[in-house]
């Protein structure tokens, strides 16, 4: 058979594949925090015709007569861009402005995730904790169910961490809450807890209920009692990877961890001032959410040359099939 139409049809191969990265990364053009894919090719296997050839005192030297075997498929990168920040007015809705992915979880309440340190004391990856699974987003869609609980929309506990003396589960597994200063407020940097917003705060001997709550964009969420003082509740808590392209996304616009993105870096709680790597993190806006990276022109402009590239290919196994015609036509 002809090596044309090998080479054809792993060019028909190479670039369907191309279309369907494309086609994946249009349909999620509205899709929060979406960042898209970019298929690159390489080519295959030479077969060599002739050696090359050294110099001789008689003779130059003769390159290798090699015919390409044709193309496939190389990588799908992410393009990790940052998406424009789209304005809600919602107050539960957050985007990571810079780096930083948001940590969450299944499991009960009091599930917590422990967080390292690494060598020379930097908060590092996650060593143990009893929360079911862990993953990451960049979807700040976040909601409240009946009980308070931080959740992302597909339900998962939004993970972080609690001020200091601020919370605490009682016996009947809901959250108790008890007034913490919000300008001189402390936070637990050792493990990760789910978040909750109570419906009110000890203030003293006075149960204070809770008008209003903000996340800051370090992450601190300070509710406003009915006394009007400021309470801190706890910290929204982001984690980073040397490779987060090595991320792999299971749908929901959920990610986990793979053997080759690296182990997460958590943020450090506010007010650690000992190998703090909180200036490495990104800020959360509130009230807005991470839009797509999706540019629809490049990729209208790549959907045409990887189908005129699918026709050309295909052209190339048509001409194929029209030369194996003639010679099979020269027994007439």
């Not at 917590?112 to 004391?121: E, R, W």
Request: hydrophobic share 35%; with cysteine.
């Amino acid at each position: 058979m002809l090596r044309c139409m090998y080479s054809g049809i792993s060019g028909m191969k190479v670039n369907q594949t191309k279309l369907d990265v494309i086609g994946n990364n249009i349909a999620n053009v509205g899709t929060t925090g979406f960042k898209s894919s970019r298929a690159e090719f390489t080519d295959m296997l030479y077969q060599n015709s002739a050696e090359a050839t050294a110099p001789t005192a008689t003779k130059g030297g003769t390159n290798a007569k090699q015919i390409g075997l044709g193309a496939k498929l190389s990588s799908i990168n992410k393009v990790m861009g940052q998406g424009n920040a789209l304005s809600t007015g919602r107050t539960l809705d957050v985007c990571v402005d810079g780096d930083g992915y948001l940590v969450v979880g299944k499991g009960a309440l009091t599930g917590l995730i422990n967080v390292g340190t690494d060598s020379a004391g930097n908060t590092s990856g996650i060593t143990s904790g009893t929360m079911e699974d862990t993953l990451y987003t960049r979807d700040g869609n976040l909601t409240l169910d009946k009980d308070g609980n931080l959740l992302t929309a597909d339900g998962y506990r939004v993970m972080g961490y609690y001020a200091t003396n601020a919370l605490k589960i009682n016996s009947k597994g809901a959250l108790d809450a008890t007034y913490v200063d919000a300008d001189t407020a402390k936070f637990d940097n050792a493990k990760l807890q789910p978040l909750a917003i109570p419906d009110s705060v000890m203030n003293g001997s006075t149960k204070d209920p809770i008008k209003k709550f903000e996340i800051g964009k370090d992450g601190v969420i300070t509710a406003v009692l009915g006394s009007g003082s400021r309470t801190a509740i706890g910290q929204v808590a982001l984690a980073s990877f040397k490779n987060p392209e090595g991320l792999t996304g299971i749908g929901g616009n959920l990610l986990q961890v793979s053997s080759n993105s690296g182990s997460p870096i958590i943020k450090s709680a506010k007010g650690v001032t000992t190998n703090s790597n909180s200036s490495g993190f990104g800020d959360l806006v509130q009230g807005a959410l991470e839009g797509s990276n999706v540019d629809l022109t490049e990729q209208f402009t790549d959907m045409i040359t990887a189908s005129r590239s699918f026709q050309a290919s295909s052209k190339m196994v048509t001409t194929g099939d029209e030369i194996l015609q003639t010679i099979t036509g020269l027994i007439r």
